[in-house]
């Protein structure tokens, strides 16, 4: 079954202790990305990437990080987290640059203290 | 820059009844893709269509129907006879050829009334 995969679901954690958010897909899809859901603001893209190693910033990317090591998995790296950063996160990946994002992760629910 | 506005925030309507969902862009370029996601109460996120800009065609699968004008740069999305299950938040998104960012409207909240 065609599946994109973030862990953990959910997570309440303190300022500044990193963190990490793990995505995987099973498509071999060239094309990962991540978004922040906030009420109000709709979706806004984090980071992509277009391939190994190939990464870029999207709309607001301050404060995190993002690595593409393998083909299948994304990480997204909150190194000092801040309340602000409180959250529901989706990762997406797709077939091709044009076509994205098509498949979602069920989201991860980040709460900052 | 790239913008996409919903100005509908939230709508209701009764079961069967048609309903239209909004969505106006703004780019400069000449090639770009215009997408509709669905984000039902569970919380996933569905993606329903891509277009291009190339594409004027207007899209029916099932009781959704979208329909595109570069003339008024829109992408309107049309429920025919709504049913419960489409009581969900839209989403319209955008992204230019050149460019592989995605942005996203505010989405409108669909509820359908039984």
Sequence with gaps: EAQVTQN???????????????????????????YRQDPGLGLRQIYYSMNVEVTDKGDV???YKVSRKEKRNFPLILESPSPNQTSLYFCASSSDRNNQPQHFGDGTRLSIL | AQKVTQAQTEI???????????????????????????????????FLIRRNSFDEQNEISGRYSWNFQKS???FNFTITASQVVDSAVYFCALSEAWDDKIIFGKGTRLHILP
């Design chain 1, 8 to 34: 953990p679901r959910y997570l309440i954690t303190v300022t500044g202790k990193k963190l990490t958010v793990t995505c995987s897909q099973n498509m071999n899809h060239e094309y990962m990305s991540w």
């Design chain 1, 61 to 63: 990317p301050e404060g």
């Design chain 2, 12 to 46: 209701s309507v009764v079961e069967k009844e048609d309903v239209t969902l909004d969505c106006v862009y703004e780019t400069r370029d000449t090639t770009y893709y215009l997408f509709w996601y669905k984000q039902p109460p569970s919380g996933e996120l569905v």
């Design chain 2, 72 to 74: 008024t740069s829109s």
